[in-house]
């Protein structure tokens, strides 16, 4: 909601007895009002927030209007005091935070665009995908902020160095590594019909706001989950020997293998067909990668160079493949996710192509 500017100044001696019960009357009524309007302004996150809440406790799906913030914010529509939203069902995907809880996650539409709802906490961050039209956008409530923030998720300025990936293929992992006999124990009988991504945070990404790298990510796989799978993201922070792994090199290859023996060593019990493990960082690996993974494996490092990068190694690791990537035309350029070396002025899509999608899927069965 806008702020609403106001002055204080020294008020005016009225030279006539008769105007004063009556300009002491207005400036009374005047000074409520404008309590009663910032009092308002101030509260309006968690209205929004509360708000949603009730929405949702009521059954879905439903309908509200989310406070914006105020004009001048970086987005063309931001002229605006609210957003029109539609909650339309819930996810059934567990997303637990190590120092937030679990989250629920909802599917919707905000002002028509399709969005992702992430509620957890005293938080409701919202991904909005206005691609190919206009950029994507999160809009971020929190109950202890007087105003909700808006994050124009707009492509990294591009350096002189092209940031590519590098994938390696099952037989280049180390021999303790299961990776290569997945395909045996996909036919094997599951112990769980979950499908688990372990995300750990890297210190130096601890102020990234991850859920603009992933509550899209996470809409798009379980709309391509077979009946009676579900799937688990798992966020973890703050883990010594864990996620201050020294990650920069420039071997990345040799890198991907370090932390595919940390993790196994570390996580024994959770080594399991159905696990994937991903290092995310603030920066890239090297000056030429942005992430790394195995392809159809379960280890992979991804930096939060691009919007797309984290989504672009697990692609990886459900045998997306760069081959299967496009460019789509809609009024503007975009790349879909598995796109190998992004160029300057096109955006993302934030989706995987058709190719690709036929290829997760079928992964998952």
């Known amino acids: 909601m806008p702020h609403l500017p106001f002055s204080c100044q020294q008020p005016m001696r009225s030279t006539r007895n008769v105007d004063a019960p009556r300009s002491r009357f207005a400036a009374a009524l005047a000074f409520l009002l404008l309590v009663c309007l ?127 990936d590098i994938v390696l293929a099952p037989g280049e992992t180390t021999p303790e590594s299961p990776t290569g006999d997945r395909a045996k124990a996909k036919a094997d009988s599951r112990d769980t019909a979950e499908l688990i991504f372990s995300i750990f945070v890297h210190d130096d990404a601890k102020n990234v706001a991850i859920n603009d790298h992933l509550s899209w990510w996470v809409g798009l796989i379980e709309a391509l989950l077979p009946v009676g799978r579900t799937m688990a993201i798992d966020i973890r922070r703050d883990l010594p020997g864990v996620t201050d792994f020294a990650y920069a090199s420039d071997d990345p290859n040799r890198k991907l293998l370090e932390w595919l023996t940390l993790v196994r060593a570390r996580f024994p019990q959770e080594i399991d067909v159905d696990s994937k493990f991903l290092l995310f960082t603030r920066n890239p690996i090297s000056s030429t990668t942005a992430g790394i993974a195995f392809q159809g494996g379960d280890y992979g490092i991804a930096s939060a160079s691009s919007h797309q990068t984290l989504a672009h190694e697990f692609g990886h690791m459900l045998d997306a493949t760069h081959k299967h990537a496009e460019v789509r035309y809609n009024g503007w350029w975009c790349e879909t996710i598995m796109f190998a070396a992004p160029v300057d002025l096109r955006s993302n899509c934030y989706d995987y192509s058709d190719a690709n999608e036929k290829l997760i899927r079928s992964y998952l069965e």
């Open 38 to 164: 910032l009092a308002a302004a101030g509260g309006s996150v968690a209205s929004t927030v509360t708000d949603f809440d009730g929405a949702v406790a009521r059954g879905l799906p439903a309908g509200l209007r989310g406070d914006l913030p105020a004009q001048g914010a970086a987005r063309a529509d931001a002229t605006r005091a609210a957003a029109i939203m539609h909650v339309d069902t819930r996810m059934p995907v567990r997303l637990v935070y190590s120092d937030d809880g679990e989250a629920a996650l909802y599917r919707g539409k905000v002002d028509g665009y399709p969005a992702i709802f992430t509620r957890y906490a005293d938080r409701l961050d919202i991904f909005v995908n206005a691609a190919p039209h206009s950029d994507a956008y999160t809009i971020n409530y929190a109950t202890q902020k007087p105003n909700p923030e808006i994050r124009v998720l707009t492509q990294p300025a591009k350096s002189e160095t092209v940031l590519r």
